[in-house]
T-cell receptor, first 113, second 114 residues
Framework: KQEVTQIPAALSVPEGENLVLNCSFT??????LQWFRQDPGKGLTSLLL?????REQTSGRLNASLDKSSGRSTLYIAASQPGDSATYLC????????????FGQGTTLQVKP | DAGITQSPRHKVTETGTPVTLRCHQT?????MYWYRQDPGHGLRLIHY???????DKGEVSDGYSVSRSKTEDFLLTLESATSSQTSVYFC?????????????FGSGTRLTVV
């Protein structure tokens, strides 16, 4: 059974810092991995999608990497801003071709001005 | 972005009553999903659909049923609501008509069962 773990559960950093959020998964047979952002009381916003054949994806200050063999992904946020404060969720689309996502519990990020 | 709307946004209901949540998409995406989000459990899949009248169970399907009579609508029904079903419910679609594409989520329905 696929399990997704995110470390740390919470993170507080001063504005301007570069930071890394970690996601690990137990079954390396995945179709893709997606990073989402969730603001309090809101829905999920897709940030980056990495297909199983890709190693990384970039969007602005965000860079996500994928190492399938070791079951790991990282989300790198450069020059963090207070507006980046949110919960970041990692989700894996597993090996069954049904589109079901398995989510980690998320990392709650606070960026202090 | 694919248009996806959930209704209602908030609902309070009594234990034992049936409740139906609606998810509506404006494009013809094949795959649709219902998740619930709870503190300490994260997001968990309830049911999903891979076409009109084609549905299957997720990991927490007990007490829930779904229907998809049209491509654009996916309904989630709590047959007899219980307090343990108090949660935030999210609908999602798999964009691109294929399960290897990304996902878009609705804004959620906050359900309270009293």
């Amino acid at each position: 059974k696929q399990e997704v773990t995110q470390i740390p559960a919470a993170l507080s950093v001063p504005e301007g810092e570069n930071l890394v959020l970690n996601c690990s998964f137990t079954d390396s047979a995945i179709y893709n991995l997606q990073w989402f952002r969730q603001d309090p009381g809101k829905g999920l916003t897709s940030l980056l999608l990495i297909q199983s054949s890709q190693r990384e994806q970039t969007s602005g200050r965000l860079n996500a990497s994928l190492d399938k063999s070791s079951g790991r992904s990282t989300l790198y946020i450069a020059a963090s801003q207070p507006g980046d404060s949110a919960t970041y969720l990692c989700a894996v689309h597993g090996s069954s071709n049904t589109g079901k996502l398995i989510f980690g519990q998320g990392t709650t990020l606070q960026v202090k001005p | 972005d694919a248009g996806i709307t959930q209704s209602p946004r908030h609902k309070v209901t009594e234990t034992g009553t049936p409740v139906t949540l609606r998810c509506h998409q404006t494009e013809n995406h094949r795959y649709m999903y219902w998740y619930r989000q709870d503190p300490g459990h994260g997001l968990r899949l309830i049911h999903y659909s891979y076409g009109v009248k084609d549905t299957d169970k997720g990991e927490v399907s007990d007490g829930y049923s779904v229907s998809r009579s049209k491509t654009e609508d996916f309904l989630l029904t709590l047959e007899s609501a219980t307090s343990s079903q108090t949660s935030v419910y999210f609908c999602a679609i798999s964009v691109g008509g294929d399960t290897n594409y990304g996902y878009t989520f609705g804004s959620g329905t906050r359900l309270t069962v009293v």
